[in-house]
C-alpha cells in the first residue's frame, strides 16, 4: 500500500514537471513569435522609412554624447560617407576623411549649440540641420542631423540668378546703345522741326521725330518694366 502510495505521488509530481515544461515550452514559443513578428514589424517599418528618406532626398543620424553614431537613416545623399552599415557604432570623426561643415557642426551641437547650414560648396550641394536633445542635467546626451539634398533648388537658383543678371545686362546695354542716341535724335529733330524748314523737308524731320519718339517710348517701358 505505501508502495503503491509512493508510485502515486511520483506519477503525481512527474505529470506536473512534466505539465509544467509543456506550458513553459508552449508560453516561451509564444512568447519568440511574437517576438520575431515584432522585430520583423521593426525592420519593415525602418525598410519604409529609409525608403522614404531616399525618395524625397533626406537623410538623418544620431550621435551620442560620446560621440558615437547611433542610427543612420536614408542614403547618403551628399556623398559624406554615412551609412546605416559601415557608421552605426563608429565615431563621427572616424567616418570623414577630412574636416567637414557636418562634422563641426556635430561637435558644436553637443556643446549644447543647433545650427541650420546651407552648404553649397560641397557636390551634391545640401541643407543641414542640426539639434542637441539635452538630458535631465541640461547638457546635451545626443545629437539629431538631417541633411536634405539641395542640388535642384541651388540649380534653379544658379538660373534664377543668370537669368536675372542677363537681363540686367542686357537693359544697361539696351539703355546705353539705343535710349541715349534715340533721345539725341529726338532732340535734333525737334530743333530742326522749329527751324526753317521747305515744306518737304519739315515733313521728313516731323515723321522722324515722330518715329523716334515713338521707338523712345517703345523703350523705355521696356526698360522700365
Not at 508552449?26 to 520575431?36: A, D, I, L, P
Request: proline fraction near 2%; charge should be negative; aromatic fraction near 8%.
Amino acid at each position: 500500500m505505501r508502495i503503491n502510495l509512493e508510485v502515486t505521488l511520483i506519477a503525481m509530481v512527474a505529470g506536473l514537471v512534466i505539465f509544467a515544461f509543456l506550458t513553459l515550452r508552449w508560453v516561451w514559443r509564444r512568447f519568440r513569435r511574437r517576438e520575431h513578428r515584432a522585430i520583423a514589424g521593426l525592420q519593415a517599418a525602418r525598410n519604409r522609412m529609409h525608403s522614404l528618406f531616399s525618395q524625397v532626398g533626406f537623410m538623418a543620424c544620431a550621435v551620442d554624447r560620446d560621440g558615437i553614431i547611433t542610427w543612420v537613416e536614408g542614403s547618403d545623399i551628399a556623398g559624406l560617407g554615412l551609412s546605416t552599415e559601415h557608421s552605426t557604432g563608429r565615431h563621427y570623426s572616424d567616418i570623414f576623411q577630412r574636416e567637414t561643415e557636418l562634422q563641426r557642426e556635430i561637435r558644436m551641437a553637443l556643446k549644447g549649440e543647433p545650427a541650420l547650414r546651407r552648404v553649397t560648396d560641397h557636390s551634391p550641394p545640401y541643407q543641414l540641420s542640426i539639434r542637441p536633445v539635452f538630458g535631465d542635467d541640461g547638457h546635451a546626451i545626443e545629437v539629431v542631423a538631417v541633411i536634405a539634398d539641395i542640388a535642384d533648388e541651388v540649380r534653379e537658383t544658379d538660373r534664377a540668378e543668370r537669368l536675372a543678371r542677363f537681363r540686367s545686362e542686357f537693359l544697361s546695354a539696351m539703355n546705353f546703345h539705343l535710349r541715349t542716341p534715340l533721345s539725341d535724335i529726338v532732340g535734333v529733330t525737334g530743333l530742326l522741326a522749329n527751324s526753317e524748314l521747305a515744306e518737304a523737308e519739315r515733313d521728313s524731320v516731323v515723321v522722324i521725330k515722330e518715329s523716334s519718339d515713338t521707338l523712345l517710348r517703345f523703350i523705355d517701358d521696356l526698360i522700365d518694366y
